[in-house]
């Protein structure tokens, strides 16, 4: 059995030629995708030895073909194509600027991603070359995780749907009403001395506030 977040990331690969998972650690995505035949091949990459291990323990614990793994920091040793379906997951922010931050990424035309933190600032990078065709949400053992898939081209988003997300804003009330309230407690936490950081996050969350009302209308 594999994770809902896992599961999750799953059902946004269908009909691909090929998937990319770079930092695939236990490689249970790439597995599945080509167990359901949602994918024909998968290329399984990890910057730690020890980790494609598992994955190739994996390969054989579910006796998959087609499926390759290979150590490689970010896109570093993959020689990717135009059709690649690119997915990055369980990672944070800064290691994933770090693998975009590659002249080999500017091939690539769909990525799912996975941030494990820094949303916004995920967003605000990635929308500079790409679009937000779809994105979900998935709690789990007491966490939110939003997995994006991007697409290559540019759209215009406001700040709210780079914060929340241009779907999520409107679809996922819990969500967005538990950032509300984070934010919230992290408001009354801020001491008057970081005044202007308290202002920021107090006018944020009069954004959220208003981007609630949708849902009570
Ligand atoms: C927490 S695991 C996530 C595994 C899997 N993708 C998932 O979502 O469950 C993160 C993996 O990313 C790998 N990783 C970290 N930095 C990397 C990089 N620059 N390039 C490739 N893999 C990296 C780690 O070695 C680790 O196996």
């Known amino acids: 059995m594999i994770s809902l977040r896992l599961k999750t990331i799953l059902n946004l690969i ?3 030629k090929r998937l990319i998972d770079i930092g695939c650690d236990h490689g249970l995505v790439g597995i599945f995708a080509l167990k359901e ?8 990459s990890d910057i730690n030895p020890k ?7 994996n390969i054989l614990k579910y006796n998959v073909s087609n499926m390759k793994t290979l150590v490689s920091d970010g896109f570093d040793n993959i020689d990717l194509k135009e059709d690649d379906l690119v997915l990055i997951s369980g990672m944070g922010f800064k290691t994933i600027e770090h693998i975009f931050n590659n002249d080999k990424s500017s091939i690539i035309n769909n ?16 929308t500079k070359h790409f679009y937000i065709e779809d994105e979900k949400i998935v709690f789990e053992k007491g966490h939110y995780y939003v ?9 215009k988003y406001k700040f709210i749907d780079l914060y929340l997300g241009p779907k999520i804003r409107f ?10 309230n984070h934010n919230k407690s992290l408001i009354d936490k ?20 208003n981007q609630i009302s949708y849902f009570n209308k």
């Open 171 to 180: 679809e996922e009330k819990e969500y967005v009403t538990f950032i509300y």
């Open 147 to 155: 997995i994006i898939f991007f697409k290559k081209g540019i759209k």
């Open 190 to 209: 801020i001491g008057n001395n970081n005044f202007i950081k308290k202002m920021k996050l107090s006018y944020i969350n009069y954004l959220i506030k």
């Open 111 to 126: 990525v799912i991603i996975q941030s494990n933190n820094d949303l916004y600032d995920l967003r605000k990078h990635m």
């Open 14 to 16: 269908n009909n691909e």
């Open 51 to 57: 980790s494609l291990s598992a994955a190739k323990a």
């Open 37 to 44: 035949q949602r994918v024909k091949e998968v290329i399984a």
